[in-house]
T-cell receptor, first 118, second 114 residues
Framework: AQTVTQSQPEMSVQEAETVTLSCTYD???????LFWYKQPPSRQMILVIR??????QNATENRFSVNFQKAAKSFSLKISDSQLGDAAMYFC???????????????FGTGTRLTIIP | DTEVTQTPKHLVMGMTNKKSLKCEQH?????MYWYKQKAKKPPELMFV???????INESVPSRFSPECPNSSLLNLHLHALQPEDSALYLC?????????????FGDGTRLSIL
């Protein structure tokens, strides 16, 4: 079974600075999908960024980028120019490509609470 | 704006009550999910519906009864709940086009059992 580990329960960063959240996972599969979700106090889980394991290029979405190291099974999230609205719980998630549609499961990490210091 | 709409946002009920949670999406998604999330924990999958049929039940107690009346609507019927069932209940949906498509989540219903 796949496991996802987020070793940083809490992180803080000064506004406008850069912060990196770590995520490691364990799998025997060669192809899969990885996601970072953000959950602010408003409760909704919001997709931040996604990465396909077969792609060597790291995904980027505006101020958000990932450092995907497939051999090391590492998928860290970098947030540049941190803003107050980035304060949230961040979850790393893994999805197997073998999942038939409708039978897919997301395996979540335990989350990292990010605080932005004004 | 949330594309997956959940109602109510908050619910307080006694252990003998019967209530229902509702989830609605109009994105054409054909898979819908119920998750339970305790404070400071990740979401835990409860049920998955695919094309309006139950495809996954993660050994959830029978006091939780899901229903998918049509492709846009997902309900979770609650009966004789226990205090430990107090949690945030999240609904999600996903599109059948590709496995790379993410699940879209609603805002959740915060449930408190007295």
């Amino acid at each position: 079974a796949q496991t996802v580990t987020q070793s940083q329960p809490e992180m803080s960063v000064q506004e406008a600075e850069t912060v990196t959240l770590s995520c490691t996972y364990d799998t025997s599969e060669s192809d899969y999908y990885l996601f970072w979700y953000k959950q602010p106090p408003s409760r909704q889980m919001i997709l931040v960024i996604r990465q396909e394991a077969y792609k060597q290029q790291n995904a980027t979405e505006n101020r958000f980028s990932v450092n995907f190291q497939k051999a090391a099974k590492s998928f860290s999230l970098k947030i540049s120019d941190s803003q107050l609205g980035d304060a949230a719980m961040y979850f790393c998630a893994y999805r197997s490509p073998d999942s038939n549609f409708g039978n897919e499961k997301l395996t979540f990490g335990t989350g990292t609470r990010l605080t932005i210091i004004p | 704006d949330t594309e997956v709409t959940q109602t109510p946002k908050h619910l307080v009920m006694g252990m003998t009550n019967k209530k229902s949670l509702k989830c609605e999406q109009h994105m054409g998604h054909r898979a819908m999910y119920w998750y339970k999330q305790k404070a400071k924990k990740p979401p835990e999958l409860m049920f998955v519906y695919s094309y309006e049929k139950l495809s996954i039940n993660e050994s959830v107690p029978s006091r939780f009864s899901p229903e998918c009346p049509n492709s846009s609507l997902l309900n979770l019927h609650l009966h004789a709940l226990q205090p430990e069932d107090s949690a945030l209940y999240l609904c999600a949906s996903s599109h059948p086009s590709s496995l790379r498509e993410p699940q879209h989540f609603g805002d959740g219903t915060r449930l408190s059992i007295l």
